[in-house]
């Protein structure tokens, strides 16, 4: 019998402990279940659903600290405005080396507000969708941009935004998610 080299052994351990354990991607209570997107389109049905509500479309990383405090600054905010119609669309995506699936539970938790909906896009195709939309605005985002591709990022549509062809203008389109909710929070406000 082969005997698997120690670094695969401990990789096969933690995927097998995460399915165990139950912590392989629930989403929270009054949510719909962690969809996985193969194209772009099918986020689209879901940004177009409700054109008069605020839309709200985060990249985020789900091993990534950073992204994490940005998901709970984010909760927080959803909270404070409980009858702000918004749909928020958060967009988990592998981006750094501990990036080995899917979120799990503990990721998708930061988000519990039910205008929540939340996705996994393990082939990038809505950060690639979003770069395709606005080429000259790369240089614009603070961060993250990793070989191209963007993250920990938030862009806001006001309400009437469609997303035909290639997605509207955004208000707000920069990152990271901690660093940009009061802008976000000031938008909410009307004090853009």
Known sequence: MRRLPISAAVVLLIVLARVWLGIEGSTPSGQPALEHLTRAD???VHFNR???HWRVLILLAPSCSYCLKGATVVERILHSRAKEPMTMLVVWQPMLATDWGRPGTG?????NDPRVRQFWDANRTIA????????????TIGCCVTDG???DLMAVFPPGADWNDAFPEPLLLDGTVEEVADRFGA????RS
């Open 128 to 139: 690639d969708a979003l770069k395709g939309s606005f080429p000259a605005r790369e240089d």
């Open 42 to 44: 099918a986020l689209k």
């Open 187 to 190: 938008l909410l406000d009307g």
């Open 149 to 151: 591709v963007w993250w």
């Open 50 to 52: 409700d054109p008069t």
């Open 107 to 111: 990721s998708l938790g930061r988000l």
